[in-house]
């Protein structure tokens, strides 16, 4: 069974003329697969995947498994509206070669996504699932939040292997660890609360930041597990101001901007997106100079 460990890098999709830019994705892969990354999450929220067609989907993921075969794990995110699309979204992210696959909770009829339904929903999934099914909690872009109680249940079913969890309640995520079974791995959504997480129990994350700095993200969890606390909690606290301007504050521009100021392909995000405002790429340059990791110009 797959294992869910270490720190992935939820891959920014590039854009060029409105379509994807394989061109640039094969160079930005290139980085991620030689860095210190655990694996890669494609079509997470910062591949801004509500944005892609069904066949840009399953072309993506084929694309992202081909390339990473044999170097580094793939978990695909799978999810959408209905359990019929997440179910064979997640057969075909199976064929193409992914490892697992990401399912964020459905969210368009809000009121209706209860606790019953959404077990209910993730029992489906992983019941018709080929592949191990990870949870994921994003009440911030869906404005549903998983709760401790609800993923302690579903932990039980012997396909969902753990959560991302990108809320920050870091009490919520506690729980999690706590009443979980051992088998089942919680995983931080988010670079500003890893050190917490995994001083808790968490095994690893899912980082937006691990884009633009994954060698520095990755290092943050050997720290941690070498028993070097010291060190890992500076480094904690030398990336929360980074991480927060290309989450909370800026999102996917940011991210993007980001990305093209150490050497990627960021590029512009998919319309409605609209790129970073230049003055705020000053001010996002100069947060991220501030670590001491930004490559010189």
């Not at 694996?39 to 944005?51: A, T």
């Not at 301007?245 to 521009?253: C, E, K, L, S």
């Amino acid at each position: 069974m797959f294992k869910l460990h270490g720190v992935y890098a939820p891959i920014a999709t590039p854009f060029t003329g409105g379509k994807i830019a394989y061109d640039k994705l094969e160079q930005n892969l290139k980085f991620w697969l030689g860095s210190d990354l655990e694996g890669i999450v494609v079509m997470g929220s910062n591949g801004e995947f509500v944005l892609l067609s069904s066949e840009e989907k399953e072309e993506l993921t084929r694309f992202v498994c081909a390339r990473a075969k044999g170097k580094k794990p793939v978990i695909a995110g799978t999810g959408a509206e209905s359990t019929a699309e997440t179910i064979r979204l997640g057969r075909k992210a199976a064929e193409a070669g992914a490892d697992a696959v990401l399912v964020v909770t459905p969210n368009y009829y809000k009121g209706d996504m209860t606790d019953p339904v959404l077990a209910r929903f993730y029992t489906d999934v992983a019941d018709n699932s080929p592949l191990p099914v990870i949870l994921y909690n994003m009440p911030r872009n869906t404005g549903i939040n998983i709760s401790a109680k609800l993923a302690v249940e579903l932990a039980r079913h012997p396909n969902i292997i753990g959560i991302k969890d990108s809320g920050g309640n870091i009490v919520q995520i506690a729980d999690m660890i706590r009443n979980a079974p051992e088998t089942f791995s919680v995983f931080a959504g988010s670079a500003s609360f890893l050190y917490a997480s995994l001083a808790l129990g968490a095994t690893g994350g899912t980082l937006a930041l691990a884009n633009v700095f994954p060698n520095e993200c990755a290092r943050l969890q050997k720290l941690f597990e070498a028993g070097k606390l010291t060190e890992a909690r500076e480094l904690q606290m030398t990336l929360i101001d980074s991480n927060n301007a290309v989450t909370g504050r800026w999102g996917i521009p940011g991210l993007k901007a980001a990305m093209d100021m150490i050497g990627l392909y960021g590029g512009d995000p998919r319309p409605p997106l609209m790129p970073l405002a230049e003055a705020n790429c000053e001010e996002l340059r100069k947060i991220l100079a501030k670590t001491g990791f930004l490559p010189k110009r």
